[in-house]
Nanobody
Framework: QVQLVESGGGLVQAGGSLRLSCAAS????????MGWYRQTPGNQRELVAA???????NYADSVKGRFTISRDNAKNTVYLQMNSLRLEDTAVYYC??????????WGQGTQVTVSS
């Protein structure tokens, strides 16, 4: 079981940027893909972005063109660069490792708060 630790969350004004990091305790290459999810109170966790072991990516429509997911296999780290942040991006962001469509491991989450 890999341990995932997110960092980089915080308070930012609308229009600003943040970069989230997800550090894994072991190699991320063994996972089919890595994903970033977010959750707000009372709502289900939703997929924001995912990156496959081969590097292909996909994004939720709400973040396309603003967020970029990337990975550094040598550092066992996945990143989420978030630009042009909006109030509705406020959420707890979670990193997940996937062996299949269902996440195998989750991080503890990092809070992102966008203010007006």
């Amino acid at each position: 079981q890999v341990q995932l630790v997110e960092s980089g969350g915080g308070l930012v004004q609308a229009g600003g940027s943040l970069r989230l990091s997800c550090a894994a305790s072991g190699s991320i290459l063994r996972f089919n893909h890595m994903g970033w999810y977010r959750q707000t109170p009372g709502n289900q966790r939703e997929l924001v972005a995912a990156i496959a072991s081969g590097g292909s990516t996909n994004y939720a429509d709400s973040v396309k063109g603003r967020f970029t997911i990337s990975r550094d296999n040598a550092k066992n780290t996945v990143y989420l660069q978030m630009n042009s942040l909006r109030l509705e991006d406020t959420a707890v962001y979670y990193c997940a490792a996937h062996l299949s469509i269902t996440p195998t491991s989750w991080g503890q989450g990092t809070q992102v708060t966008v203010s007006s």
